[in-house]
């Protein structure tokens, strides 16, 4: 598996002021033409986390340099620092940007459960299909964009730009919730349930990609996915539908 090869489709959202996860990804096979053509008066800052965005889908957050990222979008290098103070600041908005994308296809994955037929007339059913698929959207779009995923969780060695929005920490807790209030699960579990969901899916997340083992992530079959997510289920006592 190369280290930083994704699949299309696994996500098309990168955060709401930026680029698709898709554009980039394209962006990044263009022959390194020059991203200035994107670039507006005013909106420099964007430009330029643009850019590294796209790197770190191509070839990971250590491919961002900020000299390169200046050269590419057209500015001198000093340019970069007027917006962010430091590289170390540069990579703390891709990492936001990265855990605001992951965000994103949780959402889609849970409202996607929500419609599906054979959840429709149970509030506990719907609500564990939306749990189980935020589950299975981590590991898929993990081992997809794994440059957007390593940074994301990375110590970039600057705190986040500004709060993740959508956050999602948030996204799994809410649908926790949703759990205990339709009664599949019991109240008591509440507070370590988000901690045995993360600490799962994204540990299976890192094995997979670290064994190569990714099954086919463009159809969401992913190796041991249900298994582990089952496991999770049955640890805080919630039914399998």
């Known amino acids: 598996m190369e280290a930083h090869r994704r699949t299309p489709n696994a996500i098309e959202q990168v955060g709401r002021s930026t680029a698709r996860v898709e554009d980039l990804r394209q962006a990044s096979t263009g022959g390194g033409e020059r991203s200035s053509r994107a670039y507006h008066h005013g909106d420099l800052r964007n430009a330029l986390l643009r850019e590294a965005l796209r790197r770190t889908v191509a070839s990971g957050y250590r491919s961002v340099v900020g000299r390169e990222i200046a050269s590419a979008v057209g500015v001198t290098p000093s340019s970069v620092y007027r917006h962010y103070p430091s590289h170390a600041h540069l990579l703390a908005a891709v990492a936001r940007k990265a855990r605001e994308a992951l965000a994103e296809r949780l959402v889609e994955a849970a409202e996607q459960a929500s419609a599906r037929d054979d959840v429709a007339g149970s509030s506990a059913r719907r609500a564990v299909a939306r749990f189980e698929a935020i589950g299975r959207a981590y590991v898929v779009f993990a081992i997809s964009n794994p440059g957007l995923f390593e ?91």
Request: proline residues 8%.
């Open 151 to 241: 940074v994301a969780f990375a110590n970039v060695g600057a705190p986040p730009d500004a709060p993740d929005d959508p956050s999602a920490w948030q996204v799994l807790t809410k649908s926790l919730d949703e759990v205990v209030e339709t009664g599949a699960m019991d109240q008591r579990f509440r507070e370590i349930a988000p901690y045995a969901a993360w600490s799962a899916v994204h540990g299976l997340a890192g094995i997979l990609q670290w064994t190569g083992e990714t099954g086919s992530s463009r159809c969401g079959q992913i190796p041991f996915v249900d298994e582990v997510i089952g496991a999770v289920k049955r640890s805080l006592g919630i039914p399998a539908f």
